[in-house]
Structures are given as C-alpha cells and as structure tokens.
C-alpha cells in the first residue's frame, strides 16, 4: 500500500548541479503534479501531467523540466540548481478529473547552496 | 488569477473547544474544494473533498462547508483534540484538477 512515493527524502545540492526528483504512484493515476512549498507562500504549482507522456507547464515552471515517459513515475529536474529553489517538494497524484481527491507523497526536502 | 486566502494564520484552543477554520478565494469558478491536514515534516493528508454543487461534506467530527457565491469555505472540527494540532490548507480546483493553495492555517490544541 504504498501510494505515492518520493525520493530521496532529502538533498543539499551546490548552485550549479543538476538532480532528478522521482516521483511513483502505484494507484493507477493519470494526473500527476510537482508542488514545491515555502514558508509563508503555500504550495505553488510547477509542472503537471494529464497522462503518460503528457506535461504541461503550472504557476512556477522556470528552472524546472518534467517528464512522464511511464503512467507511474513522474520526474522532475534542475539542470543548474540556484538557492531560490531551496524548498519541500511534493509530488501528488489522483485518479482524473471528477473521479476523487488527492495523494501526496512525503516530501523531499531540497537545499542548494 | 485564483487567490485562496485563509484567516486567521495562527489559532490555539484548548481541548473539547471547537475549531472554525475559514478560507476563502477570489473566483467563484472552482470545480471543487479541498481541505487538508499537514503535520510537521510530513505530506498533506487530504480531510474533505466538497464538489462545486454541493455545499457541506462531514467525516466524523470534520464538517466542511462552501458558499461559491461568496467565496467562502469554512472547515468545523467538533470537540478538538491535541492530536487535531497541524496545519489546515484548503485548496480550489480547476479542470484540470491544479489546486491553488492557501497559506495555512497553524492550530495548537493544548491540553
């Protein structure tokens, strides 16, 4: 019963590396979303996909690319990390439109420096 | 743009006391509302889903309800508990299911 799940948990990046964050779902879902959260601001949409092979761009993109070449796993990448995008990332998943409420996974926890 | 505003940011109760989170969003054009829970270093579990044509939905001690004309949602948790101390976030929806958040609502219920 895994649900959604996110690695790695935690990372500290210099400014200028790149990462992929993983994101799998094991539910079957067709949407699936990238969140990062910040003191005091929410959680802001970056990337999202409708489907496998599908992405599409959300309220804070730049700096990020995305990709969802299977159902399950949604990656999102930094090619040239910067401190602004030190924050907790969350990757969330639900079944499609109409059909239920959300999943969220556990968070990974990025610092660049 | 969609903006999602819950006040107050910061609420502490004492135990047995009941709890009235309010949220409340600029354009009544949602497809749903959600609320969730959000403990420290953890996820966001999700609490209650309200679909844009119905107006309350209850689980146990939660009842959630949405005015769209008004912008308004409010979540009631009866009879607090300090296990119900965690941040609050309710959400609106699009199509497209993106939920735009609002900031929290941080609840302390002391015993």
């Known amino acids: 019963n895994a649900g959604v799940t996110q690695t790695p948990k935690f990372r500290v990046l210099k400014t200028g590396q790149s990462m992929t964050l993983l994101c799998a779902q094991d539910?079957?879902?067709?949407?699936m979303y990238w969140y990062r959260q910040d003191p005091g601001m929410g959680l802001r949409l970056i990337h999202y996909?409708?489907?496998?092979?599908?992405?599409a761009k959300g309220e804070v993109p730049d700096g990020y690319n995305v990709s969802r070449l299977k159902k399950q796993n949604f990656l999102l990448g930094l090619e040239s990390a910067a401190p602004s995008q030190t924050s907790v990332y969350f990757c969330?998943?639900?079944?499609?439109?109409?059909?239920?409420?959300?999943?969220f996974g556990s968070g990974t926890r990025l610092t660049v420096v | 743009k969609q903006e999602v505003t819950q006040i107050p940011a910061a609420l502490s109760v004492p135990e047995g006391e009941n709890l009235v989170l309010n949220c409340s969003f600029t354009?009544?054009?949602?497809?749903?509302l959600q609320w969730f829970r959000q403990d420290p270093g953890k996820g966001l579990t999700s609490l209650l889903l309200i679909q844009s044509s119905q107006r309350e939905q209850t689980s146990g001690r939660l009842n959630a309800s949405l005015d769209k004309s008004s912008g308004r949602s409010t979540l009631y948790i009866a009879a607090s508990q300090p296990g119900d101390s965690a941040t609050y976030l309710c959400?609106?929806?699009?199509?497209?299911?993106?939920?735009?958040f609002g900031a929290g609502t941080q609840v302390v219920v002391t015993p």
């Open positions: 959400a609106s929806t699009d199509s497209w299911g993106k939920l735009q």
């Open positions: 539910m079957n879902h067709e949407y």
């Open positions: 969330a998943s639900r079944p499609g439109t109409g059909l239920g409420g959300y999943t």
């Open positions: 996909s409708v489907g496998e092979g599908t992405t």
């Open positions: 354009d009544s054009a949602i497809y749903n």
